[in-house]
């Protein structure tokens, strides 16, 4: 029987785009945060509160048993690495023991498969830091783990942190420790219902994480927090402009239009990574891609190689070429206007018909944004059919 949809060329896009897809998430690795501090702290809340919703609720996809009482919990972009059944002060040796031992195997491994940050956690109106809390931030830092002290749960009024948060922040900044800016970050990590109290400081701690982090794993840092809209379009944007360069280089001996395709990969990897820096997941994005790309052409068509012939001089002959310059224009108006497709999607802002994504939205927004950084496009409706 003839099955009219998924046509062939959108089950090879699916395909093509699937493969790119996956490697562009290895090619985004993993921003790898290490949570310290006493119990109750707050430590889980901050980190729902800055990569999502449930992240540390229980512990996120499958833990990995790194010693005894350190594990490991990922989940695509992010990995925790958190401790349980031991507590600083109390159990310091053992504990310095086996982080020792867990830092020294990860030093073998790929960077992106080590600890990028610690955060270490105190409680704002706890009212005590202890000199075991001290030496253990100076042993994280000759492990070479840079330390961001956060000072949790810190009640704000008029602009005015508590006192006492104050005067403890104060002592502990006295106390020369090696952490990031030689200072306490303070925070609220969640609204409290009572008090009123908004959330605060997620900011400006999420900024000092993205500092010290190694730069390779920048772009999964940006994926995983959830807060930081500008960061993901910063790592987007830098995205785009590494494969306008590629793609530039690729015609720079001119192509033959009808090899035009060798450009698709190279815009289907970067449609791939933006959706992954946006939290989209396989199948949306490939659904999303296809209302996008398909353009004014007929469903059972859809081919990015297909929004080429809107290209003004690339001409819808064959035999046609494409140069650097239009090679480079074409993949920059497709990554901006995929990326303004992602922006919308990942803000739960995508029309809807009948609870599913309105197709023909999502592709007059694509060409719409596609058409604001090629103004002399050819309209939809006079694309090849
Ligand atoms: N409203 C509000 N409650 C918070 C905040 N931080 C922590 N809490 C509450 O404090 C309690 C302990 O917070 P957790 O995030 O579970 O602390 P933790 O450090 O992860 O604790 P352990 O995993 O047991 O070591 C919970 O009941 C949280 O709801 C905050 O910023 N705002
Ligand atoms: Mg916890």
């Not at 494969?243 to 449609?271: C, D, E, K, N, R």
């Not at 081919?303 to 001089?313: D, F």
């Amino acid at each position: 029987m003839c099955v009219p949809y998924p046509g062939p060329m959108t089950q090879w896009f699916t395909e093509s785009f699937r493969s790119e897809f996956e490697k562009q998430a290895s090619q985004l690795g993993r921003f790898n945060l290490a949570l310290f501090g006493k119990t109750g702290v707050g430590k889980s809340t901050l980190v729902n509160a800055v990569f999502g919703a449930d992240v540390a609720a229980t512990g996120v996809g499958a833990p990995v048993t790194l010693t005894s009482h350190l594990y490991l919990d990922t989940r695509g972009t992010l990995g925790l690495v958190d401790t349980r059944g031991l507590e600083i002060g109390k159990d310091d040796k053992e504990l310095v023991a086996e982080l020792t031992k867990v830092v020294r195997d990860m030093r073998k491994q790929r960077l992106e498969d080590q600890i990028h940050v610690a955060w270490y956690c105190v409680r704002g109106l706890d009212r005590r830091f202890e000199d075991a809390e001290a030496a253990f931030i100076r042993k994280l830092d000759e492990l070479g783990i840079p330390v961001i002290l956060v000072m949790t749960q810190v009640p704000m009024r008029d602009g005015l942190f508590h006192p006492d948060a104050l005067e403890l922040a104060r002592q502990i900044e006295q106390r020369n420790l090696p952490i990031v800016e030689n200072r306490v970050f303070m925070t609220f990590a969640r609204r409290d219902q009572f008090t009123g109290q908004s959330p605060y400081g997620l900011m400006e701690l999420l900024r000092a994480t993205f500092l010290v982090a190694p730069d390779a794993v920048h772009g999964a840092l940006a994926a995983a927090q959830t807060i930081d809209m500008a960061a993901k379009a910063r790592a987007a944007r830098a995205h785009i402009g590494a494969t306008v360069a590629g793609a530039g280089a690729a015609a720079a001996s001119p192509i033959p239009f009808s090899a035009a395709a060798i450009l698709v990969p190279l815009q289907l990897a970067m449609m791939g990574r933006i959706a992954q820096l946006y939290n989209i997941k396989f199948e949306k994005a490939a659904l999303l891609a296809i209302a996008s790309t398909s353009a004014a052409t007929s469903l059972g068509r859809t081919t990015v190689a297909n929004l080429v012939k809107l290209v003004p001089g690339a001409g819808t002959v064959a035999g046609g070429v494409i140069n650097a310059g239009v090679a480079s224009t074409f993949t920059y108006a497709m990554g901006e206007a995929w990326l303004a497709v992602c922006q919308r999607a990942s803000g739960g802002k995508l029309p809807m018909v009948n609870g599913v994504v309105d197709s023909k939205a999502v592709r007059d927004l694509f060409m719409t944004e596609f058409g604001k950084r090629l103004p002399s496009i050819k309209r939809p409706e006079d694309a090849p059919r």
